[in-house]
C-alpha cells in the first residue's frame, strides 16, 4: 500500500479525479481518498512517482507519506 499527502483535495470531484487518474492507467488499483487528512492510499503495480505524477497531472501536490 502506497500512502501519499495530498494538497488541493477538496471535494467528491476531487477524489474522482484522483481515482480516474491512477486507474486509467492501472485498472485494478484500489485507490482510497481521505479528504479531511489529505491523504490517497493506492494499492497498484504503478511505483510511487508514476502515481504521484499521475496525481499531480490533475493539479494535486501529492508527496508520499
Do not use: W
Amino acid at each position: 500500500m502506497q500512502v501519499f499527502n495530498v494538497q488541493g483535495m477538496t471535494c467528491a470531484h476531487c477524489v474522482r479525479a484522483v481515482t480516474n487518474a491512477i486507474q486509467q492507467e492501472d485498472s485494478a488499483a484500489q485507490v482510497q481518498v481521505d479528504l479531511a487528512k489529505g491523504e490517497v492510499r493506492v494499492q497498484s503495480r504503478l511505483g510511487a512517482e508514476q502515481v504521484a505524477g499521475l496525481i499531480e497531472q490533475e493539479g494535486y501536490t501529492a508527496t508520499p507519506a
